[in-house]
């Protein structure tokens, strides 16, 4: 598949951008296989989970001069059920916004929004929305799947101007029947059994681009948070076509080896350093949405 990215921004921008992507594309080495762990409930999460992250840039070695800055707060969550095409569906709402020295020092503020509408069963998105506010850029995107006829219709509006100015309408054709958002695709992984040196694939989303990602479990260790310590998987994944940065960048994320699989940590390797979050807030969710079986 032909890979489409966005151009390079400045050094704020492409590290909120690090932070949309914190479910996909990394690369190890895998561990040798332990006895195999039992398959979480079909559902480790609940409607109304929400979890919050503190994100932290460390700069590259040729700006040794600089500390590790404070770079925003991001927000993952469950916001409620819904029907979609007399289908059930969850929403899941992700943000992301700028703070602290780094945002003063580069006078950018991002303060994006997201809302994934995923099917509840198989988890393939259905719908997304994005109002990405990034300093002078403020685009509203709307995507809507069209599995039965394989298409997906994408609207992009800048609305940075005092009128809006419409950049893309239309339909892009030949696209798989099931592809999940990165978000997805996160609470997807979420639901899948985990050991030492298994591997899986999965078709993820973004705007018109599909990409096939394979996900790989490396080892267990102890990862310290604001709400506790915990024994997790380290997962790294890699896109089989392409990176996901124009310049590459390496992803990894930790997910907790209890039955909640809750994300504690993602590290983001690019060309600007690296990029930190760390599992600051958690609320669990109160209700749990039903599935008749696993996909």
């Known amino acids: 598949m032909k890979v489409l990215l966005p151009q390079q921004k400045t050094a704020a921008t492409a590290t909120m951008l690090v932070i949309i992507g914190i479910s996909l594309l990394f690369a190890g080495n895998l561990a040798p296989?332990?006895?195999?762990?039992?398959?979480?409930?079909?559902?480790?999460?609940?409607?109304?989970?929400?979890?919050?992250?503190?994100?932290?840039?460390?700069?590259?070695?040729?700006?040794?001069?600089?500390?590790?800055?404070?770079a925003g707060q991001a927000t993952l969550g469950i916001a409620g059920e819904t029907q979609y095409q007399n289908r059930k569906a969850l929403k899941i709402v992700f943000t992301a916004r700028?703070?602290?020295?780094?945002?003063?020092?580069?006078?950018?503020?991002?303060?994006?929004?997201?809302?994934?509408?995923?099917?509840?069963?198989?988890?393939?998105?259905?719908?997304?929305?994005?109002?990405?506010?990034?300093?002078?850029?403020?685009?509203?995107?709307?995507?809507?799947?069209?599995?039965?006829?394989?298409?997906l219709h994408l609207r992009e509006v800048d609305v940075a101007g005092p009128q809006p100015r419409v950049l893309r309408d239309k339909d892009y054709e030949g696209i798989p029947p099931c592809v999940k958002d990165l978000f997805s695709a996160l609470y997807a992984l979420r639901r899948s059994r985990l050991e030492v040196g298994s591997k899986e694939r999965v078709l993820v989303g973004d705007n018109q681009i599909i990409k096939e990602v394979e996900i790989r479990v490396l080892k267990k260790e102890r990862i310290r948070t604001e709400v506790g310590t915990f024994d997790a998987f380290q997962i790294?994944?890699?896109?089989?076509?392409?990176?996901?940065?124009?310049?590459?960048?390496?992803?990894?994320?930790?997910?907790?080896?209890?039955e909640r699989r809750m994300p504690l940590k993602?590290?983001?390797?690019?060309?600007?350093?690296?990029?930190?979050?760390?599992?600051?807030?958690?609320?669990?969710?109160?209700?749990?949405?039903?599935?008749?079986?696993?996909?």
Not at 238 to 257: D, E, H, Y
Not at 266 to 286: D, H, M, P, Q, Y
């Open 236 to 258: 790294d994944t890699i896109a089989v076509m392409g990176g996901l940065f124009k310049n590459g960048g390496q992803f990894r994320i930790w997910l907790s080896a209890d």
């Open 33 to 70: 296989a332990p006895e195999p762990n039992p398959m979480p409930p079909a559902y480790p999460f609940g409607v109304g989970e929400r979890l919050v992250y503190g994100i932290r840039w460390n700069p590259p070695l040729y700006l040794f001069f600089l500390p590790p800055m404070e």
């Open 98 to 151: 700028s703070s602290g020295i780094l945002a003063r020092m580069v006078h950018l503020t991002v303060d994006d929004y997201y809302e994934f509408t995923t099917d509840a069963e198989t988890l393939c998105t259905r719908s997304v929305i994005k109002r990405e506010r990034e300093g002078k850029r403020m685009r509203d995107i709307d995507i809507a799947y069209a599995p039965d006829s394989r298409k």
């Open 266 to 295: 993602f590290e983001a390797k690019v060309n600007l350093g690296k990029v930190t979050g760390i599992l600051r807030e958690a609320r669990a969710g109160s209700q749990e949405p039903e599935a008749s079986s696993q996909k």
